[in-house]
């Protein structure tokens, strides 16, 4: 069965450093998602992507993050400048076509020290 | 803004079915219901969705009330490995985001 997969599962860096994280979606899928889980906290929506735009962002969402697919396979978030409150578990999701079922990567924990 | 609302906690006895509920009264009629679980801090796991019918797949079956306003999530012989967080989530069928509550956490226990 085909997975969303994503790199690395855990991320540690020193705050304001850049960071980049990295998914591959299931190969069929158009539409690529970010959501970010703070520890303890509810999964939140970062951002929506498709046809190399942002069709959704959500506040988080801020001038530190971006998001591109550089190759036609990966889909990367990159956060410019990590904040402490940056930790969190970043998951991405991918789907066939708009208002489709989302599937979840594994997620890549991302710890700011 | 919440638009479901679900138990915060529930147990389950190994073998057994699990129903777990889920409130959404003031859905729309192009909402559709889907469910989400994720275990431990892994990514979330799709289960199952429906608009108005009731659904069933290998993991689980879904029954939606005639007036859309509540569902019932069913795990038909319950696991220890179904011990997760269980997200109830209400969208349009043309919406990009997922929104997520604090979902019902269901512990299965031998």
């Known amino acids: 069965e085909p997975e969303v997969t994503q790199t690395p599962s855990h991320q540690v860096t020193q705050m304001g450093q850049e960071v980049i994280l990295r998914c591959v979606p299931i190969s069929n899928h158009l539409y690529f998602y970010w959501y970010r889980q703070i520890l303890g906290q509810k999964v939140e929506f970062l951002v929506s992507f498709y046809n190399n735009e942002i069709s959704e962002k959500s506040e988080i969402f801020d001038d530190q993050f971006s998001v591109e697919r550089p190759d036609g396979s990966n889909f990367t978030l990159k956060i410019r400048s990590t904040k402490l409150e940056d930790s969190a578990m970043y998951f991405c999701?991918?789907?066939?076509?708009?208002?489709?079922?989302?599937?979840f990567g594994p997620g890549t924990r991302l710890t700011v020290l | 803004d919440a638009k479901t609302t679900q138990p915060t906690s529930m147990d389950c006895a190994e073998g057994r079915a699990a129903n777990l509920p889920c409130n959404h009264s003031?859905?729309?009629?192009?909402?559709?219901v889907y469910w989400y679980r994720q275990i431990h801090s892994q990514g979330p796991q799709y289960i199952i969705h429906?608009?108005?019918n009731n659904e069933t797949n290998e993991m689980a079956s879904l029954i939606i009330t005639e007036d859309r306003k509540s569902s019932t999530l069913i795990l038909p012989h319950a696991t220890l490995r179904d011990t997760a967080v269980y997200y109830c989530?209400?969208?349009?069928?043309?919406?990009?985001?997922?929104?997520f509550g604090a979902g019902t956490t269901v512990t299965v226990r031998a």
């Open positions: 989530i209400v969208r349009v069928a043309d919406d990009y985001k997922l929104s």
């Open positions: 999701a991918t789907q066939t076509r708009r208002g489709d079922t989302q599937y």
């Open positions: 003031t859905i729309s009629g192009n909402e559709y």
């Open positions: 429906g608009l108005k």
